[in-house]
């Protein structure tokens, strides 16, 4: 955002990322925040940590399969030189985000205070700087600069949303930007720019309206609107004069015709720029708009522009390893493309508003928002409760109103889920959510509400999603087509929100339907209190499958091939893009761990990546499936099946130099949409190539696997190897194997590692190859040790067999 005062034009938005300290605990009072500490004095406590922000205090606890995460308060500490350029100007702190209640200071004094971890918020700093600049220690202790104290704090607390009883981890710290901004006496407090096209795309209407932020009663001021196609060219402007600043004012209609559309394949947005003047200064703010028209055919598919779109999509925590929440704008970035490349065109960023970042990377990328308040789970708290969750989804729809990328605003999620409250009162759960859905129309009348797994509030808003989980929770997955099908006739509005499995990143399986022969269909594909849990219940593939990439890539495969012959299908997001950390699940594979990415916890692809690249990808790709599979087994002369993942008309496999055909793709064809081939692998090492072609595109995969032909009886032995080192890092291999030294390729047994000497366990990290306790995939597990140029001892305990240990 860029503020110009008269001639003066400077970047007056300042991220505050640097000297921050840091202390994971609370305090006594504001004045322990405020004693300086003396270097090498025991007394001086307690001790505080250098950090940067973004910041969270559960970057690694969250993940630490020790125990649950650290809920509670936390402070933050900084001296900054404040010099507001404007004559009369405000000095302001702007939240990008902080969890989940935080209080602020201005050296002693409390200036602000916010309950909310995921809505944008500001604090006046003006008068306290000013007040504080008169204080004696000004300079003499802070030598001329301004001690700021935050307190951000965490801790269990049923009166606030979400629940804590939710499926992810409710973090806390600074962990979105913190920005120093100066602005002139008058400023923007928000611009409101209504962009709407009819389905034809033939007329288009801009209406704008400005908030304004008065603290000083301004009686008059100048807006001057200038709108900017595509290409940068000016086309429309306007001039008027207010004379009052109080209310949300109109500053601009504007007709446009024929404007150019907003849509996945060209995310097109013209600019608003808004400058306001008075005497005491200028301000200017810039939003981007889109045009784009949208609706759910009644019992019928999703139009966008005039013609179906069938939305593929998936999900989104503010998680990633080793930063919990704190993710910077190059990862948002990296992620946000990650999922473009995968093919979406869909997501819905559960549970609660998120960063400005994301919107505008799926405004920029062409990648369609529902988006959600953080009303889930834990039934229905008092006035408090309902208080802040108005607010929060105010302040959510308010803040992204003008993102074209926003379809849906979603007011809650599994709200049928008890458990906080003594009473569980589905008419009054039924009366909040008609409030909300009100509330959220009053405020966008242009966009639809939503919610997820509420069957008893379905009627009350726009679109609908019901638990499906064919193939993982309930049923198996052929039965998809048939109990989607079900549930759309019982909605006007139908879109499949959640689904798919988890999976154990390296784990791969011959037959990933050993031991399900027990689970039949046509009892339901829901999901229901109990089924997330290892154990107890009817039979289902989340407690009795083996959790291999194997099976959740025909999961996935099957529910794809089916949605493209689902003609009424609004569209889907599959749960989730990225594994994340949640304190419900501490048995999963990787503890603490929900593991239904299709990316691991630091954004390492797994198989399943590929095969959605597959479906929604235009650009040519193929990927032959295993590239973390390094050993396949079974008898000599055996076929095996070669699965390829591609998006190209057909593909030719080559095995150790022979051909096996080349095959035509086929979606319905499955598995793999036909590009799948029965091969007889030599015993041990074996190189497995494909080529495949789309028009004059070609594009090559290839990848070797042993194969192993020798059979292991049961694990009786640790064997521990250092695999290699780069730039002091070494990575360290476990296999479990048998008697005779035959690894055991379909052990799964429980792996820990630790540490003695210089090095560091590269471990809290929540994935595969990170994590100090962690289930076997293929009888191994690995981990990474930084050297720290010094000697260590790597050990690994299993329970029931020997330990092991390797010096480096």
Same mark, same amino acid.
């Given at each position: 955002? %860029?503020?110009?005062?008269?001639?003066? &034009?400077?970047?007056?938005?300042?991220?505050?990322? *640097?000297?921050?300290?840091?202390?994971?605990?609370?305090?006594?009072?504001?004045?322990?925040?405020?004693? @300086?500490?003396?270097?090498?004095? @025991?007394?001086?406590? @307690?001790?505080?940590?250098?950090?940067?922000?973004?910041?969270?205090?559960?970057?690694?606890?969250?993940?630490?399969?020790?125990?649950?995460?650290?809920?509670?308060?936390?402070?933050?500490?900084?001296?900054?030189?404040?010099?507001?350029?404007?004559?009369?100007?405000?000095?302001?702190?702007?939240?990008?985000?902080?969890?989940?209640?935080?209080?602020?200071?201005?050296?002693?004094?409390?200036?602000?205070?916010?309950?909310?971890?995921?809505?944008?918020?500001?604090?006046?700093?003006?008068?306290?700087?000013?007040?504080?600049?008169?204080?004696?220690?000004?300079?003499?202790?802070?030598?001329?600069?301004?001690?700021?104290?935050?307190?951000?704090?965490?801790?269990?607390?049923?009166?606030? /949303?979400?629940?804590?009883?939710?499926?992810?981890?409710?973090?806390?710290?600074?962990?979105?930007?913190?920005?120093?901004?100066?602005?002139?006496?008058?400023?923007?407090?928000?611009?409101?720019?209504?962009?709407?096209?009819?389905?034809?795309?033939?007329?288009?209407?801009?209406?704008?309206?400005?908030?304004?932020?008065?603290?000083?009663?301004?009686?008059?001021?100048?807006?001057?609107?200038?709108?900017?196609?595509?290409?940068?060219?000016?086309?429309?402007?306007?001039?008027?004069?207010?004379?009052?600043?109080?209310?949300?004012?109109?500053?601009?209609?504007?007709?446009?015709?024929?404007?150019?559309?907003?849509?996945?394949?060209?995310?097109?947005?013209?600019?608003?720029?808004?400058?306001?003047?008075?005497?005491?200064?200028?301000?200017?703010?810039?939003?981007?708009?889109?045009?784009?028209?949208?609706?759910?055919?009644?019992?019928?598919?999703?139009?966008?522009?005039?013609?179906?779109?069938?939305?593929?999509?998936?999900?989104?925590?503010?998680?990633?390893?080793?930063?919990?929440?704190?993710?910077?704008?190059?990862?948002?970035?990296?992620?946000?493309? %990650?999922?473009?490349?995968?093919?979406?065109?869909?997501?819905?960023?559960?549970?609660?508003?998120?960063?400005?970042?994301?919107?505008?990377?799926?405004?920029?990328?062409?990648?369609?928002?529902?988006?959600?308040?953080?009303?889930?789970?834990?039934?229905?708290?008092?006035?408090?409760?309902?208080?802040?969750?108005?607010?929060?989804?105010?302040?959510?729809?308010?803040? *992204?109103?003008?993102?074209?990328?926003?379809?849906?605003?979603?007011?809650?999620?599994?709200?049928?889920?008890?458990?906080?409250?003594?009473?569980?009162?589905?008419?009054?759960?039924?009366?909040?959510?008609?409030?909300?859905?009100?509330?959220?129309?009053?405020?966008?009348?242009?966009?639809?509400?939503?919610?997820?797994?509420?069957?008893?509030?379905?009627?009350?808003?726009?679109?609908?999603?019901?638990?499906?989980?064919?193939?993982?929770?309930?049923?198996?997955?052929?039965?998809?087509?048939?109990?989607?099908?079900?549930?759309?006739?019982?909605?006007? *509005?139908?879109?499949?929100?959640?689904?798919?499995?988890?999976?154990?990143?390296?784990?791969?399986?011959?037959?990933?339907?050993?031991?399900?022969?027990?689970?039949?269909?046509?009892?339901?594909?829901?999901?229901?209190?109990?089924?997330?849990?290892?154990?107890?219940?009817?039979?289902?593939?989340?407690?009795?499958?083996?959790?291999?990439?194997?099976?959740?890539?025909?999961?996935?495969?099957?529910?794809?091939?089916?949605?493209?012959? %689902?003609?009424?299908?609004?569209?889907?997001?599959?749960?989730?893009?990225?594994?994340?950390?949640?304190?419900?699940?501490?048995?999963?594979? /990787? @503890?603490?761990?929900?593991?239904?990415?299709?990316?691991?916890?630091?954004?390492?692809?797994?198989?399943?990546?590929?095969?959605?690249? &597959?479906?929604?990808?235009?650009k040519p790709m193929a990927h032959i499936y295993g590239h973390t599979w390094p050993v396949r087994w079974g008898n000599e002369g055996e076929?095996? %099946?070669?699965?390829?993942?591609?998006?190209?008309?057909?593909?030719?496999?080559?095995?150790?130099?022979?051909?096996?055909?080349?095959?035509?793709?086929?979606?319905?064809?499955?598995?793999?949409?036909?590009?799948?081939?029965?091969?007889?692998?030599?015993?041990?090492?074996?190189?497995?190539?494909?080529?495949?072609?789309?028009?004059?595109?070609?594009?090559?995969?290839? /990848?070797?696997?042993?194969?192993?032909?020798?059979?292991?009886?049961?694990?009786?032995?640790?064997?521990?190897?250092?695999?290699?080192?780069?730039?002091?890092?070494?990575?360290?291999?476990?296999?479990?194997?048998?008697?005779?030294?035959?690894?055991?390729?379909?052990?799964?047994?429980?792996?820990?590692?630790?540490?003695?000497?210089?090095?560091?366990?590269?471990?809290?990290?929540?994935?595969?190859?990170?994590?100090?306790?962690?289930?076997?995939?293929?009888?191994?597990?690995?981990?990474?040790?930084?050297?720290?140029?010094?000697?260590?001892?790597?050990?690994?305990?299993?329970?029931?067999?020997?330990?092991?240990?390797?010096?480096?």
């Amino acid at each position: 955002m %860029m503020f110009i005062c008269g001639n003066l &034009s400077a970047q007056q938005s300042v991220r505050l990322n *640097h000297n921050w300290e840091f202390l994971k605990q609370d305090i006594g009072g504001i004045w322990e925040a405020l004693r @300086p500490v003396t270097a090498g004095n @025991p007394e001086s406590v @307690p001790l505080w940590q250098a950090v940067n922000t973004p910041h969270c205090f559960n970057a690694r606890d969250a993940v630490d399969p020790s125990g649950n995460y650290y809920q509670g308060p936390g402070w933050y500490r900084t001296q900054l030189d404040i010099a507001n350029p404007y004559p009369q100007g405000r000095t302001i702190l702007h939240f990008e985000g902080a969890g989940q209640k935080t209080d602020v200071y201005v050296y002693n004094v409390k200036v602000g205070s916010h309950l909310g971890g995921y809505d944008e918020w500001t604090v006046d700093i003006t008068n306290a700087v000013a007040d504080f600049k008169q204080n004696p220690v000004f300079k003499k202790q802070f030598k001329g600069k301004i001690p700021i104290e935050i307190r951000c704090d965490n801790s269990r607390d049923l009166e606030s /949303i979400p629940s804590r009883l939710s499926d992810f981890c409710v973090y806390g710290g600074i962990y979105r930007y913190l920005n120093l901004v100066y602005t002139p006496a008058l400023s923007l407090d928000k611009v409101f720019a209504s962009a709407e096209v009819d389905s034809e795309g033939k007329s288009g209407r801009l209406s704008i309206k400005a908030r304004f932020y008065n603290p000083q009663s301004i009686a008059g001021a100048n807006a001057n609107v200038v709108i900017i196609d595509p290409q940068g060219k000016n086309i429309r402007h306007s001039d008027t004069q207010l004379t009052s600043l109080n209310n949300d004012e109109a500053i601009g209609l504007f007709t446009i015709d024929k404007p150019q559309l907003w849509s996945p394949s060209k995310p097109l947005r013209y600019t608003v720029e808004v400058t306001v003047s008075t005497p005491d200064g200028i301000f200017k703010q810039t939003e981007k708009i889109g045009f784009r028209n949208f609706e759910f055919a009644d019992n019928g598919p999703f139009m966008l522009n005039g013609k179906r779109l069938l939305l593929n999509g998936t999900h989104r925590h503010d998680d990633q390893a080793g930063v919990a929440a704190a993710l910077t704008e190059d990862m948002l970035r990296t992620e946000m493309q %990650m999922i473009k490349n995968m093919g979406a065109n869909f997501i819905r960023l559960g549970h609660y508003q998120q960063s400005r970042i994301v919107l505008n990377l799926c405004d920029s990328l062409g990648i369609l928002v529902w988006e959600e308040e953080p009303w889930c789970r834990g039934g229905l708290g008092g006035e408090v409760y309902q208080g802040q969750a108005r607010s929060m989804l105010t302040n959510m729809i308010e803040q *992204h109103y003008n993102h074209p990328s926003v379809i849906i605003w979603g007011l809650g999620n599994e709200n049928d889920w008890d458990g906080d409250f003594q009473e569980f009162d589905k008419q009054k759960i039924r009366a909040f959510m008609q409030q909300q859905n009100n509330l959220a129309h009053r405020l966008d009348p242009s966009r639809k509400t939503a919610i997820r797994r509420c069957d008893f509030c379905k009627d009350i808003v726009d679109v609908y999603s019901p638990s499906i989980w064919a193939g993982w929770y309930r049923g198996v997955y052929s039965e998809y087509q048939s109990v989607s099908q079900t549930e759309f006739k019982s909605v006007k *509005h139908f879109i499949h929100i959640e689904w798919g499995g988890d999976s154990h990143a390296m784990r791969h399986a011959e037959d990933p339907y050993q031991g399900l022969p027990k689970i039949s269909a046509g009892k339901g594909a829901d999901e229901r209190a109990g089924d997330a849990n290892l154990h107890g219940g009817d039979a289902r593939v989340s407690r009795d499958g083996d959790w291999s990439e194997s099976y959740i890539c025909d999961l996935f495969d099957w529910h794809l091939k089916e949605q493209e012959k %689902m003609p009424w299908l609004t569209g889907t997001a599959f749960w989730t893009f990225k594994d994340f950390a949640t304190p419900v699940r501490p048995e999963n594979p /990787i @503890p603490y761990i929900n593991q239904k990415g299709v990316v691991e916890h630091d954004m390492r692809p797994k198989e399943a990546y590929y095969v959605f690249q &597959s479906y929604w990808a235009d650009k040519p790709m193929a990927h032959i499936y295993g590239h973390t599979w390094p050993v396949r087994w079974g008898n000599e002369g055996e076929q095996k %099946m070669v699965k390829v993942y591609s998006n190209c008309d057909e593909a030719e496999l080559w095995v150790n130099g022979k051909s096996y055909g080349t095959k035509k793709r086929n979606s319905q064809d499955f598995p793999a949409a036909g590009l799948h081939w029965l091969v007889v692998f030599n015993k041990g090492e074996n190189n497995i190539k494909v080529i495949a072609k789309k028009g004059k595109t070609i594009i090559k995969d290839e /990848i070797s696997q042993v194969y192993q032909t020798d059979k292991w009886s049961k694990p009786a032995k640790l064997v521990l190897e250092k695999l290699g080192e780069e730039n002091g890092v070494a990575t360290v291999q476990v296999k479990i194997i048998d008697d005779n030294q035959v690894q055991c390729l379909d052990a799964a047994n429980w792996i820990n590692f630790s540490l003695a000497g210089d090095g560091r366990l590269i471990d809290d990290l929540g994935t595969s190859s990170g994590s100090r306790k962690v289930q076997a995939y293929n009888g191994r597990a690995i981990i990474r040790v930084e050297s720290n140029k010094g000697k260590s001892v790597v050990g690994v305990q299993s329970p029931g067999l020997p330990s092991v240990f390797l010096d480096l």
